[in-house]
């Protein structure tokens, strides 16, 4: 069983950007692919961003793309989203998933661990 701990989040103003973190129970090998979800009220979940398990490949929604780093650091276990120009839209609880397959995915079925969330909020 992975343990997942997400920190970082908080309160930015438009334009502004954060740095979230997950840290991992064990080490983030690769053999596990993550991913950071994002759930805004009244909305369904949505992938934000997924790394693959040799960290090679990524993916992005393409709401985010150019705004958002996804990135890993396997000395740390942990997993960072860089979050830069950030707009209202981006309001929401953001997760991270982690799923054991070092191929990324991008639907939340297909991820075995999930951390319990970390608050971005982003005022215009």
């Known amino acids: 069983q992975v343990q997942l701990i997400e920190s970082g989040g908080g309160w930015v103003q438009a334009g502004g950007s954060l740095r979230i973190s997950c840290s991992a129970s064990?080490?983030?090998?690769?053999?596990?692919?993550m991913g950071w979800f994002r759930q805004a009220p009244g909305k369904d979940r949505e992938l934000v961003a997924a790394?693959?398990?040799?960290?090679?490949?990524?993916r992005y929604a393409d709401s985010v793309k150019g705004r958002f780093t996804i990135s890993r650091d396997f000395a740390r276990n942990t997993v960072y989203l860089q979050m830069n120009n950030l707009e209202s839209g981006d309001t929401a609880e953001y997760y991270c998933?982690?799923?054991?397959?070092?191929?990324?995915?991008?639907?939340?079925?297909?991820?075995?661990?999930w951390g319990q969330g970390t608050r971005v909020t982003v005022s215009s």
């Open positions: 998933a982690a799923r054991r397959t070092n191929v990324i995915a991008t639907t939340q079925s297909n991820y075995d661990y």
């Open positions: 064990e080490p983030t090998s690769v053999s596990l692919a």
């Open positions: 790394i693959s398990g040799i960290g090679g490949v990524k």
